[in-house]
């Protein structure tokens, strides 16, 4: 059952690292994060990992594994060939703080914003009547755990530090979407989305959503349909024409 | 002097749970101006697990419930023991709670006609807990995120500053809380990042800093839950009540080993998942204690009937109190029918459709699939009991959450009395956000009312460096993770459970020889995000809560909610009426006494049948008719 297992880890600060080779115990069941916590327990006391629930639920274990990023207590080691050699890198899109912990403040940041949930004015507390059909769509994207991997992939940001400053990310832009599609919410989004948030960034490679964990379909429910949003409004006659005569001077 | 950066705040909240969370927001509103200290990042806190909902007495999904009920099952569920002042602030305030949420933007599961869907569970009369599919958690705790940056944009639209008024500290660990005299004067903790000591100066603390778990090896709470609050409101000089009942929910993965104690909802069960043992039998019909039988089925027809005309069946076993179901999965597993990997089944499989499941249970339904490799949909789960929750905590003052120490407030998990002896499931969620909201309104009433800003002593500074540095000074000793592996089996084996005087006092016994090797233990490498010292921080405060857990254990010779004695079988009226209450004393020694328990109030012990309360009551404490 149990096996030893090749582990190849990136070890490091933000000075720089290098990956280093270890040879450690894997059980049956286990999970690339505890494996890596066998290794603190028994040869690596310090190497600094970010975990909390271990159950996919909290999205702090993100990582890149064999160069994929996902979340190391959801990847399974029975994934792989025993004498395979596992790599476990930080996320390549954020700055390294020390070994498989980055700097992920940048979404913190982007969090911020993004303005937030508009309530209605007329209704008050526990006077809020919404179909089932019609918070379904939110729901999904809020299904979302922060793991930050779609950030992590999304070639717009990754290797392009530049781009950082007018791209909020996958991440964002759903949230952006998840807002203007909150049946309730009293705030226009489509606008900001386009010219803060940096939608028009976004060409629809879907490396988004292949790497997230909740199987969430962010281009395809919520970045697409955002651009359609968007499309419509910038491009619809009607609209421009109630745009160029509102802006007539008086 | 010590070296480190130094910051001022009305109102300081330690832990960015629930229950902080809900308390900053309070506090912000107050025009407090307040920090969060977080010992992960921003929205990571164990509120996330929380998945089956949020108990409201709303009666969207049945128009007969409302506070009353709600009041009369939490304090069945906690056996009578529960504070009953708090039981009552709780079932009043859960609605008004809940509907808040929807105002910062939450998005809850429907009923037919657009309101706020609710579902049944374990101990609760009606279908109760506000929820989204069985991720209720982290729409709560992403919610209130959410409530804490639109106030910190309010706050940059009036100041140009997000943070001018309400600052989120993460990956930040406090590890003493500072004194003027009797009263907190802040706290003191250190980056995760740098390992840089920070020093908060603060009239006033709010602990919401959640459980003690990882006191436990087999349990379903996350690194964090290391009973930090409790261990420092003791330092500080605030006493503990009811640490002697931990709750083991019911059902913990059992398999593969990796995961085992990481939780499986009681959704699937409110949502009609059955237990049966290896002879595919429902065994929790054996199960249901004289105190339930009136209100649980005695076949499995009525039972199934319950599901769809609730009003006319009496509920399945399957939905007792978590601590009867907890115990008889245990005893099925003694007896030898239990599963290959030592737990019992859960099927939802056969009773639902696999649509159904998927919609309802969405997350179990991944869980199982990528952690063990099985579809719930089509074959049953393996389950066992796993540590969950602390019912005992800081000795409050209902109405603001005071603790006995001046400026030291707490809410949530980390603060006792709410739950009795047992907690209902669904009742954990709405106690965040009810007294998280009152403590922070009982801090930054407190800081309203003081007259002189107490002030922070540089030699307690010193002592509090000096103390979180000790592990690095020596050479040669002990790894804190053997330590920490040895500690968690000790309480797993000893005061688990099922629990016997001679195996608690030898808990005691290891506990004490725990302490003078964590004394003694070494960490290797520097202070720049290092596990290593961090567990062996947090060691110092799982110990002191194991000692409270297993000295008060062993003093309440009764069986009761979460502390089950093998010599005590039963529950004893005479011992309701006593709580147990722990404090260090002059030497960090822990010590457990007795103390009374305020009779309840005459009109709320109305809201119950005499013959019911005989079951719980003393002759003399029974209304005089």
């Given amino acids: ?250 | 002097m010590t070296e480190l950066e130094r910051h001022s705040y009305d109102v300081v909240v330690i832990g960015a749970g629930g229950a902080g969370l809900r308390a900053a927001i309070e506090a912000r509103e107050q025009g407090k101006k307040t920090a969060i200290i977080c010992k992960s990042l921003f929205g990571k806190a164990h509120t996330v697990m929380a998945e089956g909902g949020c108990a409201a007495a709303m009666g969207n999904a049945n128009s007969n419930d409302n506070w009353q009920v709600h009041y009369r099952d939490t304090m069945r569920g906690g056996k009578f023991l529960n504070n009953w002042r708090m039981a009552e602030l709780h079932a009043q305030e859960a609605p008004d709670r809940v509907w808040e949420l929807e105002t910062y933007g939450a998005l809850f599961d429907r009923t037919p006609d657009g309101r706020i869907s609710q579902r049944n569970f374990g101990g609760h009369t009606y279908p109760r807990l506000a929820h989204v599919g069985d991720r209720t958690g982290l729409e709560l705790i992403r919610t209130l995120q959410q409530k804490i940056v639109s106030l910190q944009q309010e706050d940059f639209e009036a100041t140009g500053d997000y943070e001018a008024n309400l600052k989120v500290y993460a990956e930040c660990t406090i590890t003493e809380l500072m004194k003027d005299g009797d009263a907190i004067s802040g706290a003191f903790g250190y980056w995760r990042e740098s390992g840089r000591f920070i020093l908060f100066d603060a009239p006033a603390v709010v602990l919401a800093t959640g459980g003690v778990g990882k006191s436990f090896k087999v349990t379903s709470n996350s690194w964090e839950y290391t009973g930090d609050g409790h261990a420092l409101a003791m330092r500080a000089g605030a006493t503990l009540i009811n640490m002697e009942f931990i709750q083991f929910h019911p059902t913990g993965m059992v398999w593969p080993p990796s995961v085992k104690g990481i939780l499986v909802t009681e959704s699937v069960r409110g949502d009609g998942g059955v237990l049966k043992n290896s002879e595919g039998k429902r065994f929790m019909f054996e199960y249901v204690p004289d105190v339930f039988r009136a209100q649980y089925a005695e076949t499995e027809d009525e039972a199934d009937r319950w599901y769809k005309d609730p009003d006319n069946n009496r509920r399945p076993p399957e939905l007792l109190p978590r601590d009867e179901v907890a115990r008889a999965i245990n005893s099925e597993v003694k007896a030898g029918r239990g599963t290959p990997h030592g737990g019992v089944f859960l099927d939802v499989s056969s009773r639902l459709p696999a649509e159904e499941i998927t919609r309802r249970l969405p997350s179990m339904h991944h869980q199982f699939k990528e952690l063990a490799d099985v579809d719930i949909t089509a074959e049953p789960m393996e389950v066992g009991p796993t540590c969950h929750y602390v019912m005992g905590g800081v000795e409050v003052d209902p109405d603001t959450a005071s603790s006995v120490v001046p400026g030291l407030f707490a809410a949530g998990e980390v603060a006792g009395g709410m739950h009795g002896s047992n907690r209902l499931g669904g009742n954990s969620l709405s106690d965040l956000l009810v007294f998280g909201r009152r403590a922070g309104m009982g801090a930054a009433t407190y800081v309203d009312q003081l007259q002189e800003r107490p002030k922070i002593d540089d030699a307690d500074v010193d002592a509090a460096a000096a103390d979180a540095l000790a592990p690095f000074e020596l050479e040669g000793g002990e790894n804190p993770y053997t330590i920490h592996q040895e500690l968690q089996q000790s309480m797993n084996d000893l005061v688990g459970i099922i629990r016997k005087e001679e195996e608690m006092e030898q808990a005691l016994g290891r506990l004490s020889e725990f302490r003078s090797r964590i004394a003694k233990m070494t960490v290797e490498g520097h202070r720049q995000f290092n596990p290593g010292w961090h567990l062996a921080l947090d060691l110092r405060n799982m110990l002191t809560v194991s000692e409270c857990v297993a000295g008060a254990a062993l003093m309440r010779q009764e069986s009761r909610g979460g502390h089950t004695r093998d010599d005590f079988p039963t529950m004893d009226p005479e011992w309701r009426k006593k709580l147990l209450v722990c404090a260090l004393d002059a030497d960090g020694v822990v010590n457990v006494t007795e103390e009374q328990q305020i009779p309840m109030r005459e009109d709320l012990l109305e809201l119950f049948e005499v013959d019911e309360l005989k079951k719980y009551l003393t002759d003399e404490e029974l209304p005089a008719k």
């Avoid at chain 1, 530049?162 to 705030?187: C, I, Q, T, Y």
């Avoid at chain 1, 028009?200 to 949003?229: Q, S, W, Y």
Wanted: proline share 6%; hydrophobic share 35%.
């Fill in chain 1, 1 to 250: 059952m149990s096996y030893k297992g090749k582990f190849r880890v990136w070890r490091g600060d933000s000075e720089g690292g290098e990956l280093k080779d270890y040879e450690v115990e894997v059980n049956e069941g286990e999970v690339v994060l505890d494996v890596i916590h066998r290794l603190q327990a028994t040869q690596t006391p310090d190497m600094a990992v970010r975990w909390n629930c271990k159950a996919g639920k909290c999205g702090s274990c993100s990582a890149e594994i064999n160069g994929m990023p996902k979340l190391m207590c959801m990847c399974r080691m029975n994934t792989f060939a025993e004498d395979e050699v596992v790599t476990v890198t930080p996320m390549r899109t954020f700055p390294v703080i020390r070994d498989l912990v980055t700097d992920v403040s940048f979404n913190y940041q982007k969090a911020r914003e993004v303005p937030a949930f508009k309530p209605p004015a007329d209704l008050k507390p526990g006077e809020y009547r919404m179909q089932q059909v019609d918070v379904e769509r939110s729901q999904e994207f809020r299904k979302c755990i922060e793991c930050f991997l779609c950030q992590d992939t999304c070639h717009v940001i990754r290797d392009h530090e530049e781009n950082k400053e007018s791209f909020s990310g996958p991440r964002f832009l759903m949230r952006v979407a998840e807002l203007d599609m909150h049946p309730l919410d009293a705030a226009d989004r489509q606008h900001a989305a386009q010219e803060q948030h940096g939608l028009g960034f976004c060409n629809i490679t879907k490396c988004c959503t292949e790497v997230c964990p909740e199987h969430i379909k962010i281009t395809d429910n919520a970045l697409i349909p955002m651009k359609e949003r968007v499309v419509d409004r910038k491009y619809d006659p009607l609209v421009w024409l109630g745009n160029k005569i509102r802006r007539r001077p008086a």
